[in-house]
């Protein structure tokens, strides 16, 4: 039981490449959910998944698109990356459709761009 | 939408002591409040979650209170230990959605 799995764990992109990260959990979990981490900025919701088919913008969706391709899996994508974009990457799954249930994290993505 | 403040940013501790960090919150829906701890380079992990329907819930050395009417939750840590240093966030439930505190660095000094 591998809960949350991230790939890539670490990246390096040149401003203007795109990119794709990946997310995918084992746990049944209904809720999937991308967060960005930067310091004393604390966790940021891009996009989140309520459940299979249905995705939502969170609180900094610029730059970013997402895809919840089945139930275990839901794609981060950065088409034209820019330096701002710089940050560690979260991907978090829960059981429920609401917020209120405990969120598990997966290991994380960094990423830098130069 | 939700907003959670969280203070202190930073906290430093000797060995043994009581530890305390506060969190407030806008929404007087929000139901759910978990706190996580994370420890350098790994990720967030929940340590302990309160809901709207309870004051206050403890595990071992850790509890958690929530004061609805004021709209403020606090993380109590008794007996610190080194092993407790890490960043600690609270979260709120908000529309569909957790909102995450900016977090508070806890340094446990031997």
């Known amino acids: 039981n591998a809960g949350v799995t991230q790939t890539p764990k670490f990246q390096v992109l040149k401003t203007g490449q795109s990119m794709t990260l990946q997310c995918a959990q084992d746990?049944?979990?209904?809720?999937m959910y991308w967060y960005r981490q930067d310091p004393g900025m604390g966790l940021r919701l891009i996009y989140y998944s309520a459940s299979e088919g249905t995705t939502d913008k969170g609180e900094v969706p610029n730059g970013y698109n997402v895809s919840r391709l089945n139930k275990r899996e839901f794609s981060l994508r950065l088409e034209s990356a820019a330096p701002s974009q710089t940050s560690v990457y979260f991907c978090a799954s829960s059981q429920g459709t609401g917020g209120n249930q405990p969120q598990h994290f997966g290991d994380g993505t960094r990423l830098s761009i130069l | 939408g939700e907003n959670v403040e969280q203070h202190p940013s930073t906290l430093s501790v000797q060995e043994g002591d009581s530890a305390v960090i506060k969190c407030t919150y806008s929404?007087?829906?929000?139901?759910?409040f978990p706190w996580y701890k994370q420890e350098l380079g790994k990720r967030p992990q929940l340590i302990i979650d309160i809901r709207s329907n309870v004051g206050e819930k403890k595990d071992q050395r850790i509890a958690v209170t929530l004061n609805k009417t004021a709209k403020h939750f606090s993380l109590h840590i008794t007996e610190t230990q080194p092993e407790d240093s890490a960043v600690y966030f609270c979260?709120?439930?908000?529309?569909?959605?957790?909102?995450f505190g900016k977090g508070t660095m806890l340094l446990v000094s031997p």
């Open positions: 929404d007087s829906a929000s139901n759910y």
């Open positions: 746990m049944n979990h209904n809720s």
């Open positions: 979260a709120a439930t908000g529309y569909s959605t957790l909102t």
